[in-house]
């Protein structure tokens, strides 16, 4: 399966968290699941992780 | 209902739409305005305002059917809750999380109800609506339950962002309350209706042993049933989720 397209976004109701989200076009909208955090600096996205983990969970819950 | 949009509000419009007692002061509704701000207060601030809810008590409905699983197994899954016929609209954009149990399970007439018939066009916490809130499920299937899911259904939301609230809290007698952070869950989006829905998973919260087709089925969320599309009718059985 090749890489999912996704879009690193900051949580709506606490934009400057550490929280953020990995969003992709997913059925008639899209979805957001947690980006992978770099371990040594929670304010860097580990992309390499996140994008495992989306193509992961992409994997896991087509219909 | 909301409050009208144009012509004159009265005190008793007010107290009617928010509650309230005797003597009427305007200062008590004043979080309820939908414009302006400050001490200064005018009836046309009201305008189009709605009383929030923001807790459901919830009188469940148990599904339960059995899957085809791996090397000719047979696998269980519930869903317990209300609101299922949702979870059957939005199969498709919750993926493999419900898609194996069959839409007859999820469309069938025992659907679970909320008590007292609250507003559920207005859902959401004292920070203003979210959306019309159409289902709680629990959902629940595999060998030792390997998926265990609990997911929230908000249609007619306006908007398509993740947010609007902080916590969704389970609460009922002789169970542990369960709060679940939106910061924690799988969000989706779904263009039809504009329609967003939380799903909480990798959780435990069935009481059931899940390992033959005669165990118990339950839900410790939504409990009172085993069986196969039965509302269930006994009063203690209801929980009581908040949005907050």
């Known amino acids: 399966m090749s890489n999912i397209v996704y879009t690193i976004v900051e949580d709506w109701d606490n934009p400057s968290g550490t929280l953020k989200w990995a969003e992709f076009v997913w059925h008639d909208g899209f979805a957001q699941i947690h980006a992978v955090l770099n371990p040594e600096d929670n304010t860097l996205i580990d992309n390499d992780a996140t994008q495992y983990k989306v193509n992961q969970w992409v994997e896991e819950n087509l219909p | ?244």
């Open chain 2, 1 to 244: 209902m909301a409050l009208q949009t144009s012509g004159a509000i009265s005190f008793a419009n007010l107290q009617t739409e928010f509650g309230g007692s005797h003597p009427i002061t305007m200062g008590e509704y004043s979080s309820h305005r939908v414009s302006g701000s400050g001490n200064t207060i005018s009836m046309n601030q009201f305008y189009g305002a709605a009383a929030l809810t923001s807790s459901v008590e919830v009188q469940p409905a148990a599904k339960y059917q059995l899957i085809s699983g791996p090397r000719n197994s047979s696998n269980e899954a519930i869903l317990h809750g209300f609101g299922q016929t949702y979870t059957n609209t939005y199969s498709g954009n919750v993926g493999s999380y419900n898609s194996p149990i069959s839409s007859s399970i999820k469309t069938d007439s025992a659907q679970g109800s909320i008590i007292s018939s609250p507003d559920l066009s207005v859902w959401g916490p004292s920070s203003g609506a979210i959306g019309t809130l159409r289902s709680i499920t629990h959902f629940s299937r595999g060998a030792s339950q390997a998926l265990d899911a609990v997911m929230m259904i908000v249609e007619s939301t306006g908007s398509n962002s993740n947010s609007g609230f902080t916590n969704l809290v389970a609460t009922r007698s002789g169970m542990t309350t369960l709060t679940l952070a939106r910061s924690n869950a799988v969000y989706f989006y779904s263009s039809t209706n504009t329609t967003r829905i939380w799903l909480w998973d990798n959780l435990d919260y069935s009481t059931g042993t899940p390992t033959s087709s005669t165990a118990t089925h339950d839900s410790s969320l939504f409990p009172g049933g085993s069986g196969s599309g039965s509302a269930n009718t006994t009063t203690t059985d209801r929980s009581t989720w908040t949005v907050s």
